[in-house]
């Protein structure tokens, strides 16, 4: 039924492009290729080609304010399977129509389409809208079907797809100019909440219901502030009988300010309950998140422009999740820009103090993960032709009691990258990478890649 809807959908909204005033079509073919020469596995070849197509296409109505956009991508190996659905798999990742309102900034979608707004970050078939009100007050919402992808198993894929019936959230937002904006969010994913998160996927909870509070301010020019705080509020126990609930599912906070025109600091705090906030969501960029546990992560940043076309960059970083423990890293960069010879490039240093892997049994002794990190890397371009160099290298202080390292303490990796823009919308570029890792040992990769992008009009159109 899901993948028959999907079809339904895919087959209306490209029929709609035959009425539009301009079309513009996107491709990007990418084929890689690489071996896998594992110590204790057979060698295997690698040549993955995927296709990614995007299509938008405006004038849809009389007044030009209808508007279709289709994206989605194929892959196929040519060779050894790389993925582990088969050796074929793509999707259908949105396509929506759009009617963009004369007035007021209203906006209205209807599709698959993802939802940004608030405390969401959600793939959906349905309907959105946006709109600003009076007193500097702005409104938006959204309902439909949660796009569910297929990367649980068998038995939990059929409680979470159930549980996950339907979505829906808005958001109210204030912005007094010019300070900034204060939104306040709700999401509920699922309409059948459990109470409790038991490991069987019979009593497994996938819905969520999140409400929380987001802001952007800017009360001077040299002063900016963003970030939000987002509530759990489904009813529910703790996961597991020596556990807490904690409403909190995210704390995320960035504060920069500007000290004179050429040095600005900032510092981040992060806060994140891995199952109050990702419980129900199986998008592909935020992963299958099974964790229990909590991620606190602090950081302060300083940068510099001594002199025209030099940047120096100063950051700390200090994590800590439940699951594992602490770590810091520090270091810094140097960024240089010559503008006339269209060149950036730059250096950086980092050491990261981990934590320390706890001795399982005596053939396996304790050992610490801390390493440092050197990296440099330079971009040129000149005309239609682009070129790029990175090379970065790993020291593992405890490299040797480290049994993932196979007695090595150190990997490197260098990449280089070379493109041609023609300007009838062509763009051909290949991708070279030389690895050196104890795990992998040498690898050779490679990567093509072919982008195309053209316009189709009407007839008699220019």
Not at 41 to 61: H, K, Q, R
Not at 89 to 115: E, M, W
Not at 317 to 344: C, I, K
Request: proline residues 3%; aromatic residues 10%; neutral net charge.
């Amino acid at each position: 039924m899901m993948q028959r809807r999907r079809l339904a959908l895919f087959a209306t909204l490209v029929a709609g492009t035959a009425m539009a005033q301009g079309v513009s079509v996107s491709t990007t073919t990418i084929a890689q290729n690489w071996k896998n020469q594992t110590p204790g596995f057979s060698s295997t070849t690698y040549t993955p080609a995927t296709e990614f197509v995007g299509i938008d296409a405006t004038g849809l109505d009389a007044k030009g304010a209808l508007s279709l956009h289709i994206y989605g991508w194929g892959m196929v190996d040519l060779s050894d399977q790389s993925y582990v659905g088969g050796k074929h798999t793509g999707d259908f990742s949105s396509g929506f129509l759009q009617y963009d309102f004369g007035q007021a900034n209203a906006q209205l979608k209807a599709g698959r389409f993802t939802v940004t707004q608030g405390v969401g970050n959600e793939q959906v078939d349905g309907i959105s809208f946006r709109t600003d009100l009076v007193h500097d007050l702005t409104v938006s919402g959204f309902a439909g079907v949660p796009v569910v992808f297929h990367n649980y198993g068998s038995d939990d894929q059929g409680v979470l797809s159930t549980q996950r019936n339907f979505m829906y959230g808005g958001r109210l937002a204030w912005r007094p100019a010019p300070f900034g904006e204060i939104g306040v969010d709700y999401l509920q994913d699922g309409t059948s909440p459990g109470t409790q998160a038991a490991p069987t996927a019979s009593s497994a909870v996938y819905t969520r219901r999140l409400t929380g509070v987001d802001l952007k301010l800017a009360p001077c020019a040299f002063v900016d502030f963003t970030g939000r705080t987002v509530f759990d509020v489904a009813p529910k126990t703790a996961p597991t009988p020596t556990s807490t609930v904690d409403w909190v599912a995210e704390h995320d906070y960035t504060a920069t300010v500007k000290l004179h025109e050429k040095l600005s600091v900032s510092g981040t705090f992060v806060e994140r309950h891995f199952f109050a906030y990702y419980a129900g969501s199986t998008l592909t960029n935020l992963f299958n998140q099974n964790e229990q546990g909590a991620f606190k992560a602090t950081g302060a940043k300083a940068t510099w422009l001594p002199i025209a076309g030099l940047q120096v960059v100063g950051d700390v970083r200090r994590t800590n999740r439940d699951a594992f423990g602490s770590t810091t890293r520090a270091g810094g960069d140097l960024r240089w820009t010559f503008a006339e010879a269209h060149v950036l490039a730059g250096a950086g240093y980092h050491q990261v103090n981990a934590f320390s892997v706890l001795a399982l049994d005596p053939s396996t002794p304790a050992y610490g993960l801390s390493h440092s990190e050197e990296r440099v890397w330079a971009m040129a371009e000149r005309g239609a032709l682009s070129a790029s160099l990175d090379a970065i290298r790993f020291h593992y202080t405890d490299g040797d009691a480290n049994p993932n390292l196979h007695g090595k303490s150190t990997e490197t990796a260098v990449v280089g990258s070379l493109g041609y823009k023609a300007k009838s919308g062509l763009k051909v570029s290949g991708d070279l990478t030389l690895e050196d890792t104890p795990a992998f040992g040498r690898q050779t990769l490679a990567l093509a890649r072919v982008e195309y992008r053209f316009d189709l009009g009407r007839k008699g159109d220019k």
